[in-house]
């Protein structure tokens, strides 16, 4: 059998693997996201609040980025689980002392202001970044 065509075939079970599981992971980290969060993002999306989806597309991006680093320099699923079990809580952690530091937040995306959803989007991507570098080693 051709060389390419072996690698294909022994390789893509492990991708499908270790893409579901890095999936599964981020949508868990989106619903703890959702729970810790003292707004409910995906009410104001729905009711047209740009702000909201700003900065729930920060969160969504800043879970996905460290969990991809992970899924990228993992030596197996294991790997993958206790590194990007690390990723979410830092991430995790990390809006959720945002939402505390900056107290009228809530209140600031509720009113749908531009400014306060691009801090925060900015600030969930950046801490992501490092985050994933930190991983990356």
Not at 23 to 39: D, F, N, S
Not at 80 to 93: H, M, N
Not at 101 to 120: Q, T, W, Y
């Amino acid at each position: 059998m051709d060389p390419i065509l072996q690698s294909f075939l022994n390789g893509f079970p492990i991708l499908l693997l270790h893409f579901s599981v890095t999936l599964a992971m981020l949508g868990i980290g989106v619903w703890i996201y959702q729970l810790i969060t003292p707004w409910h993002e995906m009410q104001l999306i729905r009711s047209g609040n740009t702000a909201a989806a700003i900065s729930f597309s920060g969160a969504i991006l800043g879970l996905a980025v460290p969990l991809a680093f992970c899924m990228a320099t993992s030596v197996g699923v294991l790997d993958i689980v206790i590194w990007g079990v690390v990723a979410l809580i830092v991430q995790l952690t990390t809006f959720r002392l945002l939402d505390i530091f900056l107290k009228d937040l809530p209140k600031r995306i509720e009113n749908c202001e531009m400014g306060a959803a691009i801090l925060v989007f900015a600030v969930k991507l950046a801490v992501a970044m490092i985050n994933a570098a930190a991983i990356a080693g």
